[in-house]
């Protein structure tokens, strides 16, 4: 393990098609990490290499790799930008020391990246600004300066001036050192004459730059007020406390299709950006008294890390990756804190994009994956078991879209819910439920794309497909009025018969209530060995409601008289007949149909407001309440179940992909009845 001071754990984060991966083959390529530059296009990423990523041209799951620069050794992570994947680039932000933000200069803002920045500014984490594309149409450095200063939570400096716009963009000056670059075929920047007719844009650049910096430090801004200027150690050194304080976010313009700009970016990184050790102890608790303990990020620390990765391997079984935060490994076993257990380990191995390496030792900011361990899952917090520690557990981002699925083959049915199982340990953000009304077992996720790729990533592991369907809405059925009806049940077929008589009274409860049964039975008129035999054929029969077939809720059922037969009276007997009183009941005391509410919460932007709330009422929804924090408009809303089981892709529609929503179950209100009928004809149908 190296000094720590030589380590640095980065993340590169930012909107879906801004050219994430590109610069991380770049980032590797330049650093002699690897000897081609690879490309997304054409499958040759090494950080892209899941057989989905690769047909989609997007990255789905977040990769890992490391190269060495200027004597330090940089751990990168290269995050999703896409939506439906976005859970991996949040988690990343929970682990990494540092940021590196990929802008695209044509389209500089999304609200993919205000998103993601926002992740960022809550993790309070150094950032740098790649504007990536500098050599594509539109592509200008102080119209994405001014587009990053006005929409996100930076504060975006100009390090270096482009020479040469969009196709004919070539080089850079640099205006710290006051140095000029020319890119060769290589993309290697090579020392050049910094051009004359720039000559007044770099002197008014340059002392702009100088102002940003002074004003970061009190000792800075007095001197940059008496002299008018600063030396170039001094801004140096102000521009690396101030990235490393949160006050400075510096931008360096590039193009990684074609190499450009990435040694400025590496230089970045090694120069500017933070060491394990220049951050802050790593807060936690004592699993045993629950106060408040810190470690350092230091090797002679005890050993602490969290996991923030699973990956699921039908041959090598699970892979588990964690972030290192204090202290290093010895021997072959660590304490899981979470499930208070010694977990037994393998090999250490850092990950090259697909590819792993063992490692003898680890430290702080260190990347590090083992295999098969038994009880460890995402979250969870390994250390050392005679100093135990937990951190913060990881929450993933809550599913918003739902599918009923099922295998495509009848016969496939258990290895696919095993295969389902084994990716729900990878990916936090989906959820497997049974819904009891309707049978349906669910799969929820981001979105459809986020479902459909992990379809084929079981067929591609496992063997197996899965069919995905629009969810039945699970209806329930209650009861308006009362009745009091018999339930006779005589059977005589030679030898001993069947004979048993009830009598009850049935009436509507309050909603949320339930089901409740009075024995008012008295005389003897059916012997107490019956009653019970009574209720259980009532809620038996309750489980498939005389209107839809739909489970009746909130009732009260009086038994309130009966007679039996010595000889042909039995349990089961009873149980029928408690049965048919029931339905027979229930169809004389005014049954309806019950639809499930939910409670929406919907995140967009303002000037989406109008569209969303009038989507809204078309969907008999109930606006509850709006709040506004920041730019966003924050609408809590009630809406019928069955209005909203496709609203993922609506709401992308209507927002332009900036919308999010976060629903749960509220309530049940009557369907109105013209719904109901053709609710009630189309269940008859499929019975």
Same mark, same amino acid.
């Not at 002679?300 to 090598?316: E, L, N």
């Given at each position: 393990?190296?000094?720590?001071?030589?380590?640095?754990?980065?993340?590169?984060?930012?909107?879906?098609?801004?050219?994430?991966?590109?610069?991380?083959?770049?980032?590797?390529?330049?650093?002699?990490?690897?000897?081609?530059?690879?490309?997304?296009?054409?499958?040759? !990423?090494?950080?892209?290499?899941?057989?989905?990523?690769? &047909?989609?041209?997007?990255?789905?799951?977040?990769?890992?790799?490391?190269? $060495?620069?200027?004597?330090?050794?940089?751990?990168?992570?290269?995050?999703? *930008?896409?939506?439906?994947?976005?859970?991996?680039?949040?988690?990343?932000?929970?682990?990494?020391?540092?940021?590196?933000? @990929?802008?695209?200069?044509?389209?500089?803002?999304?609200?993919?990246?205000?998103?993601?920045?926002?992740?960022?500014?809550?993790?309070?984490?150094?950032?740098?600004?790649?504007? $990536?594309?500098?050599?594509?149409?539109?592509?200008?450095?102080?119209?994405?300066?001014?587009?990053?200063?006005?929409?996100?939570?930076?504060?975006?400096?100009?390090?270096?001036?482009?020479?040469?716009?969009?196709?004919?963009?070539?080089?850079?000056?640099?205006?710290?050192?006051?140095?000029?670059?020319?890119?060769?075929?290589?993309?290697?920047?090579?020392?050049?004459?910094?051009?004359?007719?720039?000559?007044?844009?770099?002197?008014?650049?340059?002392?702009?730059?100088?102002e940003q910096i002074a004003e970061t430090d009190d000792d800075l801004i007095e001197k940059f007020l008496e002299n008018g200027e600063l030396e170039r150690t001094e801004m140096l050194s102000g521009l690396h406390n101030g990235v490393i304080n949160g006050l400075l976010n510096p931008?360096?313009?590039?193009?990684?299709?074609?190499?450009?700009?990435?040694?400025?970016?590496?230089?970045?990184?090694?120069? /500017?950006?933070?060491?394990?050790?220049?951050?802050?102890?790593? &807060?936690?608790?004592? #699993?045993?008294?629950?106060?408040?303990?810190?470690?350092?990020?230091?090797?002679?620390? #005890?050993?602490?890390?969290?996991?923030?990765?699973?990956?699921?391997?039908?041959?090598?079984?699970?892979?588990?990756?964690?972030?290192?935060?204090?202290?290093?490994?010895?021997?072959?076993?660590?304490? $899981?804190? $979470?499930?208070?257990?010694?977990?037994?380990?393998?090999?250490? /191995?850092?990950?090259? =994009?697909?590819?792993?390496?063992?490692?003898?030792?680890?430290?702080?900011?260190?990347?590090?994956? @083992?295999?098969?361990?038994?009880?460890?899952?995402?979250?969870?917090?390994?250390?050392?078991?005679?100093?135990?520690?937990?951190?913060?557990?990881?929450?993933?981002?809550?599913?918003?879209?739902?599918?009923?699925?099922?295998?495509?083959?009848?016969?496939?049915?258990?290895?696919?819910?095993?295969?389902?199982?084994?990716?729900?340990?990878?990916?936090?953000?989906?959820?497997?439920?049974? &819904?009891?009304?309707? *049978?349906?077992?669910?799969?929820?996720?981001?979105?459809?794309?986020?479902?459909?790729?992990?379809?084929?990533?079981?067929?591609?592991?496992?063997?197996?497909?899965?069919?995905?369907?629009?969810?039945?809405?699970?209806?329930?059925?209650?009861?308006?009025?009362?009745? +009091?009806?018999?339930?006779?049940?005589?059977?005589?077929?030679?030898?001993?018969?069947?004979?048993?008589?009830?009598?009850?009274?049935?009436?509507?409860?309050?909603?949320?209530?339930?089901?409740?049964?009075?024995?008012?039975?008295?005389?003897?008129?059916? #012997?107490? &060995?019956?009653?019970?035999?009574?209720?259980?054929?009532?809620?038996?029969?309750?489980?498939? =409601?005389?209107?839809?077939?739909?489970?009746?809720?909130?009732?009260?059922?009086?038994?309130?008289?009966?007679?039996?037969?010595?000889?042909?009276? %039995?349990?089961?007997?009873?149980?029928?007949?408690?049965?048919?009183?029931?339905?027979?009941?229930?169809?004389?005391?005014?049954?309806?149909?019950?639809?499930?509410?939910?409670?929406?919460?919907?995140?967009?932007?303002?000037?989406?407001?109008?569209?969303?709330?009038?989507?809204?009422? %078309? +969907?008999? =929804?109930?606006?509850?309440?709006?709040?506004?924090?920041?730019?966003?408009?924050?609408?809590?809303?009630?809406? #019928?179940?069955?209005?909203?089981?496709?609203?993922?892709?609506?709401?992308?529609?209507?927002?332009?992909?900036?919308?999010?929503?976060?629903?749960?179950?509220?309530?049940?209100?009557?369907?109105?009845?013209?719904? !109901?009928?053709?609710?009630?004809?189309?269940?008859?149908?499929?019975?």
């Amino acid at each position: 393990m190296k000094d720590v001071k030589l380590i640095r754990n980065v993340a590169l984060f930012g909107q879906g098609k801004s050219g994430k991966t590109s610069v991380a083959e770049a980032l590797l390529f330049s650093a002699g990490k690897t000897k081609r530059l690879g490309k997304v296009d054409d499958g040759s !990423a090494v950080m892209d290499f899941e057989p989905e990523e690769t &047909q989609r041209n997007i990255s789905i799951n977040s990769s890992f790799n490391h190269f $060495n620069w200027k004597k330090k050794q940089v751990f990168i992570i290269d995050t999703p *930008g896409d939506d439906n994947f976005v859970n991996e680039a949040r988690y990343a932000s929970r682990i990494t020391d540092a940021a590196i933000l @990929v802008i695209d200069a044509q389209t500089p803002v999304k609200y993919q990246t205000e998103k993601i920045a926002g992740y960022l500014q809550e993790e309070k984490l150094p950032t740098l600004i790649f504007l $990536n594309k500098m050599d594509k149409e539109r592509a200008d450095l102080d119209n994405a300066t001014a587009l990053i200063k006005e929409n996100l939570p930076f504060e975006p400096v100009e390090l270096y001036l482009p020479i040469g716009a969009e196709a004919d963009f070539k080089g850079v000056v640099d205006l710290v050192n006051e140095k000029a670059y020319l890119f060769d075929d290589s993309g290697k920047a090579n020392e050049t004459d910094i051009p004359a007719d720039m000559a007044d844009e770099i002197s008014i650049k340059r002392e702009e730059l100088m102002e940003q910096i002074a004003e970061t430090d009190d000792d800075l801004i007095e001197k940059f007020l008496e002299n008018g200027e600063l030396e170039r150690t001094e801004m140096l050194s102000g521009l690396h406390n101030g990235v490393i304080n949160g006050l400075l976010n510096p931008i360096i313009p590039g193009a990684a299709l074609g190499n450009l700009g990435t040694e400025l970016l590496l230089n970045a990184i090694t120069d /500017l950006l933070p060491s394990p050790a220049d951050k802050e102890p790593r &807060q936690g608790t004592d #699993p045993k008294t629950g106060d408040i303990i810190e470690r350092e990020p230091s090797l002679d620390a #005890p050993f602490s890390a969290q996991v923030f990765k699973t990956m699921a391997d039908p041959y090598a079984g699970r892979l588990t990756i964690f972030r290192v935060f204090s202290g290093s490994i010895a021997g072959d076993s660590f304490y $899981n804190a $979470n499930r208070e257990t010694n977990e037994k380990y393998g090999n250490l /191995l850092l990950m090259e =994009g697909k590819e792993s390496n063992p490692v003898d030792s680890v430290g702080p900011g260190m990347i590090v994956a @083992v295999a098969k361990l038994k009880d460890t899952t995402t979250g969870d917090t390994l250390c050392d078991g005679k100093n135990p520690i937990l951190y913060e557990e990881l929450t993933p981002i809550k599913p918003m879209m739902s599918f009923a699925v099922s295998p495509t083959k009848s016969d496939d049915e258990d290895k696919l819910f095993s295969s389902i199982s084994k990716m729900l340990e990878e990916d936090p953000t989906l959820q497997l439920t049974r &819904q009891e009304q309707t *049978g349906d077992i669910l799969l929820a996720g981001i979105g459809q794309v986020h479902l459909l790729v992990l379809g084929d990533r079981i067929k591609r592991k496992f063997g197996v497909e899965m069919t995905l369907q629009a969810p039945k809405v699970p209806y329930l059925e209650t009861l308006k009025g009362s009745a +009091r009806v018999q339930g006779k049940h005589k059977k005589q077929s030679g030898g001993r018969g069947q004979f048993a008589d009830s009598w009850i009274e049935i009436s509507s409860l309050p909603s949320g209530s339930g089901f409740e049964f009075e024995d008012k039975i008295v005389g003897g008129a059916i #012997p107490r &060995q019956y009653i019970p035999a009574v209720e259980k054929g009532v809620a038996e029969a309750m489980v498939k =409601g005389v209107l839809a077939g739909y489970p009746t809720v909130d009732i009260k059922v009086a038994l309130v008289d009966g007679s039996f037969h010595a000889v042909d009276s %039995s349990e089961m007997a009873f149980k029928i007949s408690g049965s048919l009183a029931f339905k027979k009941g229930a169809v004389e005391a005014s049954p309806v149909l019950l639809e499930p509410i939910m409670d929406v919460t919907i995140n967009i932007p303002k000037d989406c407001v109008g569209d969303v709330i009038g989507d809204l009422n %078309s +969907r008999r =929804g109930k606006v509850i309440g709006m709040d506004s924090v920041g730019k966003e408009e924050i609408i809590s809303a009630q809406v #019928p179940m069955a209005e909203v089981l496709g609203y993922a892709p609506e709401l992308t529609s209507i927002t332009g992909g900036r919308g999010t929503y976060a629903m749960e179950l509220s309530h049940y209100e009557e369907v109105p009845a013209q719904l !109901a009928e053709k609710i009630i004809e189309e269940a008859k149908k499929e019975d």
